[in-house]
């Protein structure tokens, strides 16, 4: 069992980077650690040949085998409080650690207490990542369950008809409109590749290519284009075509401003 000291975050499931936070005299200093989630088998060949006669080959060793980063090399004062590092880390889904008590005016016992927290917490990552194969489980699985969830939505885009398909395409734009809040990137991109699919299934009157391209422009005035865009299209099925002239209007106005 660990000694390290979670204050957000689980040592049994460790997320491979973390905050770590001593406390001196009632002032919080800090630093954030990083378990390296790959390797290199030879560093030399970074290093300048000027420089290789000067390193010995033992400190070549010594980096080679280092799995983990500290930054700073040693804890630096933090300008706030607990409750505002605990806040950072929640936004940030970083493990935060407390390190105990140091004399910052011992700053080399500061480093040697900083790296022993980074070996201790890259060993729990270890476990968890390597040991149970989780890393090759995650990119499998991931790949996998994208590949298979991509034919079932095309599967089930298939047999709606169009008034359901508009509906379904109303929902992913609500979706990516809070991805982007959240700055999601990666499901933003599969819920365009689902606008796709729905688009291959509409007239092309439906103009959903429009509506992808102002879903990656990203701002105030594309996304009350796409809302207008997406009445439109609903209208085109109600056979209202004295509003889809209205709405044809409102963007022709919307299109023309700076």
Known sequence: MTDLKFIIGDPSTPSGHAMVYFDSDGILYAAYIIDLPITAEDISKYIPPIYKEQIDQLEIDKMMNKKNLAYPLGPEKYEGDL??????????KDDLLYGGTIEIIN???????????ADEYSELCKKFFDEN???????KKSSNDLNNKNIKDENTYSIMNEANLLTELTKIIGEIDYAETNNEKETIRIQVEKIKS???????????????FHVNESNEKS???ISILLLRAFSLLNEDYIKVQELENMLIRLESEN
């Not at 409750?83 to 940030?92: E, G, N, V």
């Not at 700053?107 to 927290?117: A, E, T, V, W, Y």
């Not at 194969?133 to 990119?139: D, H, M, N, Y």
């Open 83 to 92: 409750i505002s590092l605990k806040k950072l880390c929640k936004i940030r």
């Open 223 to 225: 996304k009350e284009i």
């Open 198 to 212: 729905i688009k291959d299934l509409l007239p092309a009157n439906r103009k959903i290519d429009e509506i992808i």
């Open 107 to 117: 700053p080399i016992n500061s480093m040697s207490k900083l790296n022993q927290i």
């Open 133 to 139: 194969l989780i890393i090759g489980e995650i990119f």
